[in-house]
């Protein structure tokens, strides 16, 4: 079956790094859009990037030039580096796949999900 599962996360003080990771299987990854979104404590999940089937990225504004996608059809796998992470960063990150290979950021596009990797930034 379809199986989205996150690696990565941890705990940094603010200005730090870290790599999460996603891993798809179940299903012809390269064919569906994959994307990560994160949800802050007290908010909705909100969209953080995303790689359409041909390797076109887009990031949403507060993360561009800090956040980097690399997605690998190879591995099905999708990544994601944070550079100058800041407390606001601080989220349950999630990687979904798309229900086909076009990309949006409306979650409403994504039919399954990862259980989700923590990450928390210190000031």
């Known amino acids: 079956q379809v199986q989205l599962r996150e690696f990565g996360g941890g705990s940094v003080q603010a200005g730090g790094s870290l790599s999460l990771s996603c891993a798809a299987s179940?299903?012809?990854?390269?064919?569906?859009?994959l994307a990560w979104f994160r949800q802050r404590p007290g908010k909705e999940l909100e969209w953080v990037g995303l790689?359409?089937?041909?390797?076109?990225?887009s990031y949403t504004d507060s993360v561009k030039g800090r956040f980097t996608l690399s997605r690998d059809n190879a591995k099905d796998t999708l990544d994601l580096e944070m550079n100058n992470l800041a407390p606001e960063d601080t989220a349950k990150y999630y990687c979904?796949?798309?229900?086909?290979?076009?990309?949006?950021?409306?979650?409403?596009?994504?039919?399954?999900w990862g259980q989700g990797t923590q990450v928390t930034v210190s000031s």
């Open positions: 179940g299903y012809n990854v390269g064919a569906y859009c």
């Open positions: 979904g796949k798309g229900i086909d290979e076009w990309c949006t950021s409306d979650t409403r596009h994504y039919n399954a």
């Open positions: 790689v359409s089937v041909r390797g076109t990225k």
